[in-house]
């Protein structure tokens, strides 16, 4: 019950601090600026990581290494703290099986986390122009999810000019999702039996 909880804690924790670096990483490579107040939200809560990490490890073009990289180590502290707690009498940290399955499920929840933030902002984006579409978040939400949504669109083409574009990236998202989800019980089943 105690370790319940404190998973929970954890996994809201690290995974909002996870969602910050991802954030702050995305907003640099498809420069969303950082002067909105969301931006500056990002920045001044990431900052205590993300300078000292920029000293050690540069940029490589428009990728925020020291960021990715930040992003990275939360969900690799997550799945050791996550599976430590779970399998504590089955589990041997400092193994290779430990340590290949902590990182798959590290990778495996960067996948995940960015896969439902898409799908949030796809979702917001669509209620909003249907409800609302002189929101003041629309151009940050069409922004953001253009990149993604510009591939569908090419493919899904307008039905009585109704973009389904958004419900078919929505069904792929989910497939992916349960492929994530799948993929990450294999890796906790063969660490089991290891």
Not at 10 to 33: G, K, M, P
Not at 92 to 109: N, Q, R, V
Request: proline share 5%.
């Amino acid at each position: 019950m105690l370790s319940n909880a404190l998973i929970f804690l954890l996994q809201t924790l690290l995974n909002f601090l996870t969602v910050l670096f991802l954030l702050r990483l995305y907003f640099q490579l498809i420069r969303i600026s950082f002067q909105s107040p969301f931006g500056q939200l990002v920045v001044s809560l990431t900052n205590f990581a993300v300078k000292p990490a920029r000293r050690i490890l540069p940029s490589i073009g428009k990728w925020d290494v020291a960021t990715l990289l930040l992003a990275f180590t939360t969900q690799w502290l997550l799945a050791a703290a996550v599976l430590w707690l779970k399998l504590s009498p089955l589990l041997s940290i400092g193994s290779s099986s430990a340590l290949l399955a902590i990182t798959g499920s590290a990778i495996i929840g960067l996948c995940t986390l960015i896969i439902f933030g898409f799908v949030a902002a796809v979702l917001l984006h669509s209620i909003l122009s249907w409800v609302h579409p002189y929101s003041p978040a629309m151009p940050f939400l069409a922004q953001f999810t253009n990149p993604i949504m510009r591939h569908f669109r090419k493919w899904v083409p307008l039905v009585g000019n109704v973009d389904l574009s958004p419900l078919v990236f929505i069904v792929v998202a989910q497939f992916l999702l349960y492929l994530l989800n799948a993929l990450e019980q294999t890796l906790h089943a063969n660490l089991v039996w290891h």
